[in-house]
C-alpha cells in the first residue's frame, strides 16, 4: 500500500476547508474555494497532489454520495402537486440551454455531422448548462422574505423538476458514448432503466416504510440506504449503460419520502461534507488542465458564461410569461433559475470520466458557477426592489 494517499487526503482537506471559508467569506459558494483549492495545490500550481487513480475512484464516491443526497433532498409530492406551469417553466430551462450550449460549442469548433464526436461533445456542453442549483436563490428569497410567494414557488418547484429532467438529459447522452451504440437501443435502454427502477423502487420502499415504522431512527436505515444506492449505481452501469449518479439519484428519490429520509440524509451529510464532498470538488480542481488553457478557451469560457446565463433567463423567464406571469415576475423567475452550483459540475465530472468533455474546458464551468452565485442574488434583491410585490401565500 501507498501511504502517500494519506498525505494527499490530509492535504485536500484542510486547503479545502480554508478555501472553502474563505470563498464564503467573499459571499461566494464554499464548494468554489474547494475547486480553488484543488487548482492551488494540483499539479497546475504547487504541485502537492497529483492525479491518482485513489483519489479518482474518491471522487467517484463522493460525486455518487452527493447526487444520492440529492435524491433524498427532492420531494416527489412537490413534482407531482407543482402543476403543468412550474413543469413547462423546467422543460423549457432545460431545452433552451441544451441547444444554446450545443450551437455555441459548435461555433466555435465546428461540426463534423450528427453522430459525430464533435456533436456529441456540443451536446455534452449544453447538457452542462441545464442544470439548476436553487440553494442560493432560495436562500436569497427567503431573506427578501418572498419564498412562499407564487414566483418563489414557481421558482423551487421548476428547479426540483429541472434536476430530474437534466438527469435524464445526462442519462441519454452519456449512452452514446458507445459507439456501437444505436439512438434507438440508447432510448430503449434508459426506458427500461427507468422502468426497473419504478418496480424495484415501490418495493424497496415499501420495504423500507415498513422497517422505519418498526424501529424509526436507526442507523440500519442509513446503513441499508446507503448500500440501495451502491446496488442502484452498479446496475445502472453494469447493465443498462447508464451513468452510475443517475442510479444513485434514482435511489434517492426512491427514498426521499420516507419519515426518516431528512435523519438518512443527515447522517449521510456527515461523511459527504467532512470527506468525499472535499475531496470531489477538489479533485475537480485537481484534474483541471489549465496547460491548454489559450485565448481560444478564455473566449469561449466567457462565452459560456453569457450563454449560459441568459439561456436560463431567457428559457424561463418567456414560458413564465407565456402562462401569464407579469413580465417583471417572468424575469424574476428567469434569474432565479440560471445558478449554477455542484450539479453542474459532477455531470461534467462524468463527462470528463466517459470521454465526452475535455479537461480544458472546465475552467468554464468553474467560471460560471462563481459568477452565476454572486450575481444571482444581488439580481433578485434589484429586481424586488424595483417591482415589490406583497409576500402572500401561494394558493
Known amino acids: 500500500?501507498?501511504?502517500?494517499?494519506?498525505?494527499?487526503?490530509?492535504?485536500?482537506?484542510?486547503?479545502?476547508?480554508?478555501?472553502?471559508?474563505?470563498?464564503?467569506?467573499?459571499?461566494?459558494?464554499?464548494?468554489?474555494?474547494?475547486?480553488?483549492?484543488?487548482?492551488?495545490i494540483g499539479p497546475c500550481l504547487l504541485g502537492l497532489v497529483q492525479p491518482s487513480d485513489f483519489l479518482t475512484q474518491m471522487a467517484e464516491l463522493g460525486v455518487v454520495l452527493l447526487m444520492f443526497s440529492a435524491g433524498l433532498d427532492s420531494?416527489?409530492?412537490?413534482?407531482?402537486?407543482?402543476?403543468?406551469?412550474?413543469?413547462?417553466?423546467?422543460?423549457?430551462?432545460?431545452?433552451?440551454?441544451?441547444?444554446?450550449?450545443?450551437?455555441l460549442y459548435i461555433t466555435f469548433y465546428g461540426f463534423d455531422g450528427f453522430g459525430s464526436d464533435s456533436f456529441y461533445h456540443a451536446l455534452f456542453m449544453g447538457c452542462i448548462l441545464t442544470a439548476t442549483s436553487v440553494s442560493i436563490t432560495v436562500q436569497a428569497l427567503r431573506e427578501l422574505g418572498h419564498l412562499k410567494t407564487r414566483v418563489g414557488t414557481t421558482i423551487l418547484s421548476a428547479a426540483i423538476i429541472d434536476d430530474v429532467l437534466g438527469i435524464i438529459v445526462l442519462t441519454?447522452?452519456?449512452?452514446?458514448?458507445?459507439?456501437?451504440?444505436?439512438?434507438?437501443?440508447?432510448?430503449?435502454?434508459?426506458?427500461?432503466?427507468?422502468?426497473?427502477?419504478?418496480?424495484?423502487g415501490y418495493l424497496v420502499y415499501?420495504?423500507?416504510?415498513?422497517?422505519?415504522?418498526?424501529?424509526?431512527?436507526?442507523k440500519r436505515l442509513t446503513v441499508l440506504g446507503l448500500a440501495f444506492c451502491?446496488?442502484?449505481?452498479?446496475?445502472?452501469?453494469?447493465?443498462?449503460?447508464?451513468?452510475?449518479?443517475?442510479?444513485?439519484?434514482v435511489a434517492g428519490l426512491v427514498l426521499s419520502n420516507l419519515r426518516d429520509s431528512h435523519d438518512i440524509e443527515?447522517?449521510?451529510?456527515?461523511?459527504?461534507?467532512?470527506?468525499?464532498?472535499?475531496?470531489?470538488?477538489?479533485?475537480?480542481?485537481?484534474?483541471?488542465?489549465?496547460?491548454a488553457f489559450d485565448?481560444?478557451?478564455?473566449?469561449?469560457?466567457?462565452?459560456?458564461?453569457?450563454?449560459?446565463?441568459?439561456?436560463?433567463?431567457?428559457?424561463?423567464?418567456?414560458?413564465?410569461?407565456?402562462?401569464?406571469?407579469?413580465?417583471?415576475?417572468?424575469?424574476?423567475?428567469?434569474?432565479?433559475?440560471?445558478?449554477?452550483?455542484?450539479?453542474?459540475?459532477?455531470v461534467s465530472q462524468k463527462g470528463l470520466a466517459v470521454g465526452l468533455m475535455n479537461a480544458a474546458y472546465f475552467p468554464a464551468v468553474i467560471l460560471l458557477i462563481i459568477v452565476s452565485a454572486v450575481v444571482t442574488p444581488i439580481a433578485l434583491k434589484v429586481l424586488y426592489s424595483a417591482y415589490p410585490d406583497a409576500p402572500a401565500k401561494a394558493a
Open 1 to 40: 500500500m501507498d501511504y502517500v494517499i494519506f498525505r494527499d487526503i490530509a492535504v485536500v482537506l484542510i486547503a479545502g476547508k480554508y478555501m472553502g471559508l474563505l470563498a464564503r467569506r467573499w459571499k461566494a459558494p464554499q464548494v468554489a474555494g474547494e475547486i480553488l483549492a484543488g487548482l492551488l
Open 75 to 103: 420531494d416527489i409530492d412537490e413534482i407531482i402537486k407543482s402543476g403543468p406551469i412550474a413543469l413547462l417553466v423546467a422543460m423549457c430551462g432545460v431545452l433552451l440551454p441544451l441547444a444554446a450550449g450545443t450551437a
Open 172 to 200: 441519454v447522452i452519456t449512452g452514446f458514448k458507445d459507439a456501437s451504440a444505436s439512438p434507438v437501443k440508447v432510448l430503449a435502454d434508459t426506458g427500461l432503466f427507468f422502468f426497473f427502477s419504478g418496480v424495484i
Open 206 to 218: 415499501q420495504v423500507f416504510e415498513r422497517m422505519s415504522l418498526r424501529h424509526p431512527r436507526t
Open 230 to 249: 451502491f446496488l442502484m449505481s452498479y446496475l445502472a452501469e453494469e447493465f443498462f449503460g447508464i451513468a452510475d449518479i443517475t442510479g444513485a439519484y
Open 266 to 291: 443527515r447522517r449521510l451529510d456527515v461523511n459527504s461534507y467532512t470527506l468525499f464532498g472535499p475531496l470531489f470538488f477538489a479533485s475537480v480542481g485537481i484534474s483541471t488542465d489549465i496547460s
Open 295 to 346: 485565448t481560444s478557451i478564455l473566449a469561449f469560457s466567457l462565452a459560456f458564461l453569457v450563454v449560459g446565463l441568459l439561456s436560463k433567463i431567457v428559457g424561463c423567464g418567456l414560458m413564465a410569461w407565456i402562462c401569464r406571469f407579469k413580465k417583471e415576475d417572468a424575469l424574476k423567475i428567469g434569474v432565479g433559475m440560471m445558478n449554477r452550483g455542484e450539479v453542474a459540475l459532477i
